[in-house]
């Protein structure tokens, strides 16, 4: 179960945020005031703190100067969550050894759980990609490990190659091998006629929707069970369960999609991680 300090000195916003993230499977902890932080933080083991900048007694600065003293875990993870966002705010939160700044006025509170979620998520995969080229770089790991013989084989089939290129090269990271196509058509050949583990489909593309690939793959004996996810540029409800309702994985709003986001959906579709 993650951990996480929640630093809050109205007690009615305090219990709002406590059951928010307790309802998510957030251990939570509650302090007031900067001395409460730092004390959870030794007693306690914790995986963030989402850090107010104004409190009484010891600023949020002040705060993250002792957690980054050397005297705490150097993994805990720090969020400011405030209403000082100005630029020079962010700037010095994060040179002080914050891991990121979320403005209080952007989240609700259930929008706020989604987001801490992104943000460990994205730590996470941050520090495993680091350890990763360290084991490299000392020899652990082979610069061929990517492309194993037996890796599970992903088709794209998407017509912006940014897309292409910044989810591919993360799948690949992790050990998969990843294919292209950047037209409906030609994409839907290369799905018939490869022997793919896991589909991408983007839904608006040139020469075939990807609604129209979903259906003429679903009706096809040799591809009718391959998962496929969807991405789309459109956030409408509508949009989501017509593809849904083809049977699907997973559908995402591409614009809105972190790699590592992906990559996770996928590993946890191919049971591989």
Request: aromatic letters at 6%.
């Amino acid at each position: 179960m993650t951990s996480i300090i929640i630093v809050e000195d109205d007690p009615m916003i305090s219990e709002i945020y406590q059951r928010k993230f307790t309802e998510a499977g957030f251990e939570v902890f509650v302090a007031e005031s900067g001395d409460q932080v730092l004390a959870l933080a030794k007693k306690e083991k914790v995986d963030l703190i989402l850090l107010d900048l104004v409190m009484p007694r010891m600023d949020g600065f002040e705060v993250i100067k002792n957690l980054r003293s050397g005297n705490y875990d150097p993994n805990l993870k720090v969020v400011v969550f405030s209403n000082l966002n100005q630029k020079e705010d962010r700037e010095k939160a994060l040179n002080l050894g914050a891991d990121g700044f979320v403005s209080k006025s952007e989240y609700a509170p259930t929008a706020l759980v989604g987001e801490i979620g992104r943000l460990l998520n994205q730590f996470r995969e941050k520090e495993k990609n680091e350890k990763r080229e360290n084991d490299r770089e000392n020899g652990i790991i082979s610069e061929n490990s990517q492309e194993k013989a037996d890796a599970k084989k992903i088709l794209i089939i998407e017509d912006e190659v940014i897309f292409i290129d910044m989810f591919g090269e993360k799948l690949r990271s992790e050990g998969y091998a990843v294919d292209s196509a950047e037209n409906g058509a030609w994409g839907l050949k290369k799905a018939i006629e490869g022997d793919y583990d896991l589909l991408v489909i983007d839904m608006m593309m040139p020469a075939m929707t990807g609604e129209e690939i979903i259906e003429k793959l679903k009706a096809e004996e040799k591809t009718k069970n391959i998962p496929i996810i969807v991405l789309s540029a459109s956030v409408e409800d509508a949009a989501a369960k017509k593809v849904q309702d083809l049977g699907i994985n997973a559908f995402f709003v591409k614009t809105q999609l972190i790699p590592s986001d992906l990559c996770r959906e996928v590993n946890k579709i191919l049971g591989t991680k």
